[in-house]
């Protein structure tokens, strides 16, 4: 994968990521939240995060000291 073709996908994932996190937000502050739901969404913007960490790892170059 190129530079651009990652930092694209960066970009797409780190937008997935806020909105996952608006959406928990708003299930966590309803009272009468879906906790199963919660619980997906919490899990899949981790995964979203992890995928984000991986992405940026390519990105950084490799330095011998």
């Known amino acids: ?5 990652i930092m694209d996908m960066l970009l797409s994932l780190r937008a997935q990521h806020r909105a ?14 879906d906790q199963l739901r919660l619980m997906r969404l ?13 992405l940026e ?3 950084e170059p490799d330095i011998i000291a």
Not at 1 to 5: R, Y
Not at 43 to 53: A, I
């Open 1 to 5: 994968m190129d530079e651009a073709a």
């Open 20 to 33: 996952l996190d608006n959406e928990i937000t708003e299930l966590s502050s309803s009272y009468h939240g």
């Open 42 to 54: 919490k899990r899949k913007k981790l995964e979203v995060k992890e995928e984000v960490t991986r």
């Open 57 to 59: 790892i390519m990105l």
